[in-house]
């Protein structure tokens, strides 16, 4: 297949770009733009068209080139000689113009674009910032203020706001190659002036000092920890204050910086991880897919009802029962004050969202179950209900409906068993909010059969989420990690930390929140009441929650009692530390007969971080998660894991699995083999000097 192709149209050269799936600027593709601008400045051309085949415009740089050795020609290389030209190049653009692909349209000397098509550089997303160009020419394009927004937040615009801003000349209606040719009809008409960005002044409009200074003190909070968003508006400084080839020379310094950094490498494997998450190993990408049409849910609490609205906000009506009539207008209103509030914030219109609330049907009847496509139950987490649930569904729904459970630690597989089509059973657990949360763990049972697992796959997808596959295990990938980071929480307050210690390591980390404050944000009856279901053994050492415990027993249940960890300000909802907790602490401590003594900073993150690793090798090792970058994705997309740092896997190879490995082995001594056995297949990979992302690909 030609992925770049040339052609005269008249007196028009078209050079057609054809690269799937994105366009994405390869060094096959590079150098396929530069022969056919190269060929073009000496035929019979007067005017330049580039375009592209498939599904979108050049979505950007290949990503999978960045890391490695870099080949002729570079971007920057290409476009210099692109700007060059002697004959005007009009960018056509449809779907997405990212990254790279607006910078090349941006060395162009004209732009069009669809009304559908949108623009943008997404490369702060990335840990990078525009590395060809983009920080030079949208300042000479859109002033300081728009160009600051565009780039460091990475969002993409759509046409009509491109055009708004100066990006681009026009917006198109209808056949864009038709469109386009008669754009560079006119451009040859008026004498086919070369527009070069480059020669435009920058506006002096937001460059006084303090605007720079107010602006890096918001993106330091926006963006903490990362040091991309600093490094475009350094950038961004330059465009206005030197030449141009200065601040082009700056912006590749500072672009090389970035990609060389550990938080772009992360950053770039998460990419690549969300989209590998949906892959099944063994199953052929695409086959035949069941529509779903109508969902059930069962439950019309505040998970049943964050699940309802993943469906309807996609157009998929949902029939949601609950045990009577009062329960169902419970849950319907929990819905609608989501929505109500969604409004408020100005996401959605009253009329969107009373239409979608119009396709959610109310029922107390399980028979009004029996044409659904899927049922998803969310009811109390106790593993005898589910089985009953489970059992009703079986009489009632048609063969081959979906049977979802969305538990968060029952075995899936003895839900299965209370049906006679355990084929048909999966677990979809949604974490809360659940209209909110992107990830979807996707468990599959031991009878699952392969088709209803890649129509979970899909469903995720139609319905927005990120799903991770994971097999059955107390707590799948997210909470069986999530304990062991709890346990050394937990362990850390008794031996001598306090909350803020604790918390403070961990947000400082990079994480969304530390433990203790999420604790007390979920509750902390939710721990109590899922430890009442266990055995003593299965609790595990009474040191790992005895101050949990004694919390729980005081009513210090978190936010909703106005104290839990911490104590919360009645009307700003603040946290502030409490003596009281001190107290609460010190006197568990002696009750177990520890010595507390102050945990260094350092200690505290690798006993947190360590325990997650370590249980997430152990689940590698078992087979429940298929690969470590799932297990990844479950942290940065469910538990707040920064995702600079690529999640605990890719990070425990960041930091070498060497060191990972002795410190475990010293904890193991220091605080107790039963907390600290390092997972086989850590051990393994150490011997074997292998990284985990070796094993992952061999
Ligand atoms: C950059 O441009 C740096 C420059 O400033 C400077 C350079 C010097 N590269 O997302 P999808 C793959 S940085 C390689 O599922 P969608 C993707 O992995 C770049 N591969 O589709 C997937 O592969 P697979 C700035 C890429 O329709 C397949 O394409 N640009 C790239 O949901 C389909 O992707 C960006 O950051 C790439 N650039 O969404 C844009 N892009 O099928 C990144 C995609 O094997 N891309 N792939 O899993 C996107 O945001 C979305 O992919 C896009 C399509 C919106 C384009």
């Excluded at 100005?346 to 659904?372: H, P, V």
Aim: charged letters at 25%; a neutral charge; proline letters at 4%.
């Amino acid at each position: 297949m030609t992925i770049v192709s040339y052609q005269l149209e008249g007196d028009i050269g078209v050079i057609r770009l054809n690269h799937p799936p994105v366009n994405a600027l390869s060094q096959a593709l590079r150098l396929g733009i530069l022969d056919a601008v190269t060929q073009a400045q000496n035929d019979a051309s007067l005017a330049l068209i580039l375009i592209c085949e498939g599904r979108t415009f050049i979505a950007g740089a290949d990503i999978s080139e960045f890391g490695k050795q870099p080949v002729y020609p570079s971007l920057p290389e290409l476009l210099d000689l692109v700007e060059a030209s002697q004959k005007p190049i009009i960018a056509a653009i449809h779907g997405t113009a990212l990254g790279g692909g607006l910078e090349t349209a941006l060395a162009c000397h004209y732009r069009c674009a669809l009304s559908t098509a949108q623009v943008g550089l997404p490369e702060v997303k990335l840990g990078l910032l525009p590395g060809a160009g983009g920080t030079q020419r949208v300042p000479r394009l859109a002033g300081v203020k728009a160009a600051l927004d565009l780039i460091t937040t990475g969002t993409p615009i759509t046409a009509a706001k491109a055009l708004s801003m100066g990006l681009i000349d026009k917006v198109i209606e209808g056949n864009l190659l038709t469109a386009a040719l008669d754009f560079a009809k006119e451009v040859i008409a008026q004498g086919a002036v070369l527009k070069r960005v480059r020669d435009l002044d920058v506006d002096k409009e937001n460059s006084s000092a303090e605007f720079f200074v107010e602006f890096r003190e918001k993106l330091s909070k926006r963006f903490r920890g990362q040091e991309a968003p600093q490094r475009i508006v350094e950038c961004i400084e330059a465009a206005l204050n030197k030449p141009f080839n200065e601040g082009i020379k700056i912006e590749r310094t500072l672009f090389v910086e970035c990609m060389q950094s550990p938080q772009s490498a992360s950053l770039r494997h998460m990419f690549f991880a969300e989209r590998m998450s949906s892959k099944i190993k063994g199953l052929p990408k695409g086959s035949q897919l069941k529509d779903i049409k109508r969902v059930g849910i069962i439950g019309g609490g505040t998970m049943g009802g964050g699940i309802a609205m993943n469906f309807v906000n996609v157009g998929i009506p949902v029939t949601l029962l609950e045990i009577n009539d009062e329960a169902l207008q419970r849950g319907k209103d929990i819905i609608a004050k989501n929505y109500a509030m969604t409004v408020n914030k100005g996401k959605l219109t009253t009329e969107l969202a009373a239409q979608r609330q119009a396709l959610i049907t109310g029922t107390t009847d399980y028979n009004d179950l029996a044409e659904m496509d899927l049922v998803i139950e969310a009811v109390f987490e106790n593993l005898d209900i589910k089985k009953q649930v489970f059992a009703k569904l079986d009489k009632v729904c048609k063969q081959g409906t979906i049977l979802a459970s969305n538990t968060s630690y029952q075995d899936v597989n003895l839900i299965a068993e209370s049906t006679s089509r355990p084929q048909d059973v999966i677990g979809l657990h949604f974490f809360s909010p659940a209209n909110v949360m992107k990830l979807l763990e996707i468990i599959r049972c031991d009878k699952t059969s392969d088709k209803v697992l890649e129509v979970s796959m899909a469903i995720a997808k139609t319905i927005k989420k990120v799903p991770v596959l994971s097999r059955v295990s107390y707590g799948f990938i997210g909470n069986r990690m999530l304990r062991q980071y709890a346990r050394e929480a937990q362990l850390c307050l008794l031996e001598g930390s306090t909350p803020q210690d604790i918390d403070t390591v961990m947000q400082s980390f990079g994480m969304a929140m530390g433990p203790l404050a999420v604790a007390d944000l979920a509750g902390i009856d939710i721990g109590y009441k899922a430890r009442e279901g266990l055995t003593d053994e299965e609790k595990g050492d009474a040191r790992t929650y005895c101050i949990a415990d004694a919390l729980y027993e005081m009513g210090r249940l978190g936010q909703k009692t106005g104290a839990g960890y911490y104590k919360y300000d009645p009307e700003t909802r603040q946290r502030i530390a409490d003596p009281v907790v001190l107290e609460v602490i010190k006197a568990q401590a002696k009750n177990k007969g520890v010595k507390r003594k102050k945990i260094d900073d350092v200690t505290i993150l690798e006993r947190l971080t360590f325990a997650l690793i370590n249980e997430g090798f152990k689940i590698l090792e078992e087979g429940i998660a298929q690969r470590p970058s799932d297990i990844d994705v479950v942290y940065v997309f469910g538990y707040g894991f920064p995702a600079y740092r690529g999640g605990p896997m890719f990070y425990a190879d960041t930091i070498g699995l060497e060191k990972v490995y002795q410190t475990i082995c010293e904890f193991g001594s220091r605080y107790g083999e039963a907390f600290w056995q390092p997972a086989k297949l850590l051990k393994q990979l150490v011997a074997e000097e292998k990284t985990l992302s070796q094993w992952a690909n061999s």
